[in-house]
């Protein structure tokens, strides 16, 4: 895993998070592995990557491919810090973005409040022009009026334009034309139009996606031009890819268009890792479990397949924003290994979604943080060794972290330290078991029927606890999983993703012409993901949105090659059906369906790092992999004397009985009482849990 890296063919990675920033650098000619963890630099966050590439024995100059995951997007998203921006929409249609979907999640909330859009209503602009729903021109664009508005907005200090004209999803021509304008009047200004980035109906979410491209792009863009010029002065000369929402890549110059596609960047990459790791292991079902230093993340692999959704809200169902695009189902909560925990009115213990972050982390790192986190609690009881995180390179401050503990959370509940963390660790694992049922149960699928797949620098720590919060029975922690996103970049391909709304009763459709709309899909993405890459090969995902005539939202159901080129209705029927009974729990056989739009996915496939088998041993560990006992703190037993294994000198076969504490150089995983571990051929921990 750790064997020199040589000045060759490397491939490097880098996954960006609010605590930690990730690398891994692999040699494509000797097929070795070197890994990097330090902490992120948020006032200038190519300083954490050039120093986690530097820890990873490589340098940016021997690499022919850098790899790039980043929460830039979306953190511009939830802090509010983006750019002043304005927006171009068809007359008499401004407020469609403030007045949205109306929807009411909490139907007696007096004090509820909807989502705050990006864009302030006083820089949102009409301009006379109208597309009717076949793309047909009703009123032409008004262009005088595009730049006497885009004049005055830039006065106003806008430093970016979003432009969303009714129906261009049919007819992109006004967008089209209208960016031209300001492009070419005022090239200062970051311009994106819808069309561009949607090619589906729903104006209120196309209108949201183009104002969140449009609210990120500048900063997105100042972020990767920094990027690349910092690549430049480094020697790099290879290929530049950004990491989509999708799990898949795209070039740069791409990404500094459609800088939304970014969202998920890091966490998409952690979901294709695990698809990947399935694959090896002959695993069907299995849940994505991403717990960092920030949050934590949950998505699924379910019967082989990664679950993708084509729309989120960004902030939450109630004041959530939406974002209309392909993107792999992910959901996140703010509980993270820096989360902090804090006693509020009324002596109730909340941890989160506040971080201590990197600056100035928690109160064991001894850079200035105060308030005690979960990294904190877990370092009380026992299950972090102050003189072995990070490999020992960085020591935790213990005493600090207990003084802390006492001041702000046992004292004023009445509590002593020790119990105090075991509260903060329940809470947590609460909200985190939470997260994971909404990509499962919301679905209609049973958290209890999938592995738990468990990553991230804090993932191994609280696996074991929100496994058994839901019922699960085998919880898998990978190799390296502090830099498993990382590595799960440099097994992702290429990916396009296209959608073309065309709505069509299933009996009606023609099969013809969907092939031709299909077939024009198609023809972009393989001309856009084999530019300037090898590729191995080009994989062709079709699928469509379909509902029951009368209905409003639609679910998204495979079209095998064999139903579509046998044309078979009823086929594609059967599939509508299944899908529906899952995802609502019922299915009307004799009910008509129609198709709303069709999606293909075009995945051009890199040559990817294989996964090797470690070593056999017997079933004891050899004496080498034991490194002792401490106390650790169990909520069955009270604090117990703790056999710690070095992984990376155990072998395929070990097993070990719990509690024990398997560490690594970025992680330690937690096995508890009752629980057992197994070593597979590939080095994974498998955790058997108690059940009961």
């Known amino acids: 895993m750790n064997a020199p890296v040589r000045d060759s063919a490397i491939r490097l990675s880098a996954d960006v998070g609010g605590t ?18 330090t902490l992120t630099t948020p006032q200038r966050l190519v300083t954490g990557i050039e120093n986690g590439v530097g820890k990873a024995g490589s340098r940016f100059q021997a690499a022919g491919l850098f790899l790039h995951g980043t929460t830039v997007a979306i953190n511009t998203i939830l802090e509010r810090s983006g750019a002043r921006c304005a927006l171009l929409t068809t007359q008499g249609f ?9 929807n009411r999640p909490e139907s007696y909330n007096l004090f509820f409040e909807k989502h705050t859009p990006l864009i302030d209503r006083d820089l949102r602009f009409e301009i006379m022009e109208r597309m009717d729903a076949q793309g047909a021109v009703l009123i032409p664009l008004d262009e005088d009026q595009v730049r006497k508005t885009v004049r005055e907005a830039v006065k106003d200090g806008v430093q970016a334009i979003a432009i969303l004209f009714l129906h261009s999803y049919r007819n992109p021509a006004h967008e089209q034309r209208a960016k031209q304008i300001v492009e070419q009047e005022f090239p200062q200004l970051f311009v994106t139009a819808s069309h561009e980035l949607s090619q589906e109906y729903r104006e209120y979410e196309r209108t ?25 002065d480094a020697g790099f000369g290879g290929n530049f890819l950004i990491v989509q929402s999708t799990g898949g890549l795209f070039d740069v110059n791409d990404a500094r268009r459609s800088c939304i596609r ?10 294709v890792g695990t698809k990947v790791l399935c694959d090896a292991l002959g695993m069907q079902n299995a849940i994505a479990f ?20 084509g729309a989120a809200l960004i902030g939450g169902y109630a004041t959530g924003l939406p974002v209309q695009m392909p993107m792999i189902d992910i959901q996140e909560v703010g509980t993270g290994g820096g989360s902090i925990a804090r006693v509020e009115v009324g002596n109730a213990l909340r941890v989160g979604p506040e971080s201590a972050g990197a600056s100035p982390g928690p109160v064991c790192y001894g850079l200035g943080g105060t308030e005690p986190t979960i990294t904190d609690a877990n370092l009380i009881l026992g299950r972090l060794g102050a003189d072995r995180f990070l490999g020992g390179e960085m020591p935790l401050d213990l005493e600090a972290a207990k003084k802390a503990m006492a001041e702000k959370v046992a004292d004023p509940l009445g509590l002593d330290p020790v119990k105090a963390a075991e509260g903060i660790l329940r809470i947590a694992t609460t909200k985190m078991a939470h997260v994971v049922r909404w990509v499962t149960t919301e679905r209609g699928l049973d958290a209890a029927d999938f592995a738990l797949v468990a990553y991230g620098g804090a993932g191994p720590l609280h696996a074991a606890a929100v496994g058994r919060e839901l019922s699960i029975a085998t919880v898998i922690i990978p190799r390296a999983p502090g830099h498993f996103s990382a590595c799960g970049m440099l097994v992702a391909d290429l990916r396009r993703d296209f959608v073309n709304t065309w709505f069509k009763p299933l009996a009606d459709a023609s ?5 031709t709309i299909f077939a024009e899909m198609e023809r972009q993405g393989r001309d856009t993901v084999g530019r300037g890459q090898s590729l191995t090969g080009v994989e062709v995902r079709r699928s469509a949105d379909m509902r029951y005539v009368g209905q409003e939202h639609a679910v998204t159901v495979e079209l095998p090659t064999e139903l579509f080129q046998k044309q078979d209705r009823a086929g594609i029927k059967a599939l509508f059906d299944a899908v529906h009974q899952t995802r609502y729990g019922f299915s009307v056989a004799h009910e008509k369906a129609e198709i709303v739009s069709l999606r293909s996915a075009v995945i051009g496939q890199l040559r990817k790092p294989p996964f090797e088998h470690i070593a056999k041993g017997g079933v004891e560990p050899d004496k080498e992999a034991f490194r002792g006992k401490r106390p650790v703190y169990f909520a069955s037993t009270g604090f117990v004397d703790t056999p710690t294994y070095d992984r990376p000198a155990l072998k395929a076969g070990n097993r070990i009985a719990g509690p024990a504490l398997i560490e690594e150089h970025a992680s330690t995983t937690v096995v508890h009482p009752g629980d057992s571990v197994e070593i597979d051929a590939f080095g994974d921990l498998v955790i058997t849990l108690r059940r009961g």
């Not at 949201?208 to 430049?232: D, I, K, W």
């Not at 099969?511 to 092939?515: A, I, K, N, R, Y």
Request: aromatic share 6%; charged share 20%; net charge negative.
């Open 208 to 232: 949201s996606t183009a104002a969140a491209n449009a609210y990120v792009g500048p900063r997105v863009q100042r972020y990767l031009t920094e990027m690349e010029a910092h690549l430049g």
């Open 94 to 102: 401004r407020d469609i973005y403030e007045i949205g979907r109306v």
């Open 290 to 309: 991403d717990m960092g230093g920030t949050t934590a993340k949950a998505g699924v692999i379910h019967e082989g397949h990664v679950l993708m959704t």
């Open 20 to 37: 930690f920033t990730d690398v891994a650098a692999f040699d494509e000619t000797t097929g070795a592995l070197r890994l990097g963890k």
């Open 511 to 515: 099969f013809p012409e969907m092939e």
């Open 262 to 271: 970014m969202l998920e960047s890091g966490p998409a990459a952690g979901v």
